[in-house]
């Protein structure tokens, strides 16, 4: 099955700088990213996804990178603010699974420091 | 933050007793998860559905059991033969056509005593 790995476990950034969240995949047949962020005590959240077929998607100051040969792709977050502190979740998703099973990595969490 | 709510938010329970978390939703998804989440790691999966009456184990099933006889519910029913069940547990519902986001439940927090 699916194997997902992201690094680095814990991130803390002055407000103001950028943050970059990795994860690497092991099956080739994923093709759907998403990357959910978790405040505390709070439920996930999607906050930016991308397919195979894009190599990068931007929201604002939120953009995700793939690199389907190398199997990863990161989450960049410009300018950040204390309201970003969370853990961040990636997940992969093989696509001959129509019900959309995806495969979490263990989390980021963020520290934004103001 | 609605169209799929987890009730109740805390629970507790005995060693040996089995207790039933539940999850609805009325975002009219076919697709139904349910997802173990312990402190410094990721959602691990449990159970999955993509459709009423039926449901397929996740990566950690063993000591849990769902079923799926309505699209709105999939309540998850923790056994006693679940050794370490203490945890967060977050319900998610998806559409079917296809990958795509998961909406998650607000979770429920279950404490063995």
């Known amino acids: 099955g699916e194997n997902v790995e992201q690094h680095p476990s814990t991130l803390s950034v002055q407000e103001g700088d950028s943050a970059v969240i990795k994860c690497t995949y092991s099956?080739?047949?994923?093709?759907?990213f998403p990357w959910y962020k978790q405040e505390l005590g709070k439920r996930p959240q999607l906050i930016i996804d991308i397919r195979s077929n894009v190599g990068e998607k931007k929201d604002q100051r939120i953009a995700v990178t793939l690199n389907k040969t190398a199997k990863h792709f990161s989450l960049h977050i410009t300018e950040t603010q204390p309201e970003d502190s969370a853990v961040y979740f990636c997940a992969a998703t093989p696509h001959n699974t129509n019900a959309g099973k995806s495969t979490f990595g263990d989390g980021t969490t963020l520290t934004v420091k103001p | 933050d609605g169209g799929i709510t987890q009730s109740p938010k805390y629970l507790f329970r005995k060693e040996g007793q089995n207790v039933t978390l539940s999850c609805e939703q009325n975002l009219n998804h076919d697709a139904m998860y349910w997802y173990r989440q312990d402190p410094g790691q990721g959602l691990r999966l449990i159970y999955y559905?993509?459709?009423?009456?039926?449901?397929q184990k996740g990566d950690i099933a063993e000591g849990y059991s769902v079923s799926r006889e309505k699209k709105e519910s999939f309540p998850l029913t923790v056994t006693s033969a679940q050794k370490n069940p203490t945890a967060f547990y977050l319900c998610?519902?998806?559409?079917?056509?296809?990958?795509?986001?998961?909406?998650f439940g607000p979770g429920t927090r279950l404490t063995v005593l």
């Open positions: 998610a519902s998806s559409m079917t056509s296809g990958s795509g986001e998961q909406f």
């Open positions: 559905s993509q459709i009423v009456n039926d449901f």
């Open positions: 099956d080739s047949a994923s093709n759907y």
